[in-house]
T-cell receptor, first 110, second 112 residues
């Protein structure tokens, strides 16, 4: 069974804080993704990575950065959290086609 | 880039009836179309997918159809059951370029 694990289920952060969301997968997948899920907007891709130290912008990268120092770990960084980044964040990994998702991190920025 | 539109946003059907969710995509190069199901409080999971060399695919009560010319694909659920209640997402991508573009989701409610 593929396991994609996100470090926190719920987070509350203050405006202006630097926030790290961590994701680890255990299936040696090349590709990893960060999505943001908002009601009525579906799943929107923030960043993805197809190899260690490689990253590509998705559809909504503004205000975010990522880090992939090891194959199994993909981190999403909010450099200076803002209230409009309050959302559910989903990490995913894939080898070829099927994406396997983590359980999600509900981030609230106050 | 790819744009995927999904309709309807909400759908309620009587238990035992059929449900149909429709998606359109914009990039004619897309050749992989998966459907994900997200139950309340859980992570999205793949339920069925179709590649562009196939027009229809079935798995028990679930089927997906693809019309490449019109650039649309649909999910069909027959004999619906309460456990089918969930949010369903369609997506599109190009095999080899693993970036999945998702639709906005359909909340399906099965009425007992």
């Amino acid at each position: 069974d593929v396991k994609v694990t996100q470090s926190s289920r719920y987070l509350v952060k203050r405006t202006g804080e630097k926030v790290f969301l961590e994701c680890v997968q255990d299936m040696d997948h090349e590709n990893m993704f960060w999505y943001r899920q908002d009601p009525g907007l579906g799943l929107r891709l923030i960043y993805f990575s197809y190899d260690v130290k490689m990253k590509e912008k998705g559809d909504i990268p503004e205000g975010y950065s990522v880090s992939r120092e090891k194959k199994e770990r993909f981190s999403l960084i909010l450099e200076s959290a803002s209230t409009n980044q309050t959302s559910m964040y989903l990490c995913a990994s894939s080898l070829v086609t099927e994406a396997f998702f983590g359980q999600g991190t509900r981030l609230t920025v106050v | 880039g790819e744009n995927v539109e999904q309709h309807p946003s909400t759908l309620s059907v009587q238990e035992g009836d059929s449900a149909v969710i429709k998606c359109t995509y914009s990039d004619s190069a897309s050749n992989y179309f998966p459907w994900y199901k997200q139950e309340l409080g859980k992570r999205p999971q793949l339920i069925i997918d179709i590649r562009s060399n196939v027009g229809e695919k079935k798995d028990q009560r679930i089927a997906v159809t693809l019309n490449k010319t019109a650039k649309h694909f649909s999910l069909h659920i027959t004999e619906t059951q309460p456990e089918d209640s969930a949010v369903y997402f369609c997506a599109a991508s190009i095999i080899g370029n693993e970036k999945l573009t998702f639709g906005t989701g359909t909340r399906l409610t099965i009425i007992p």
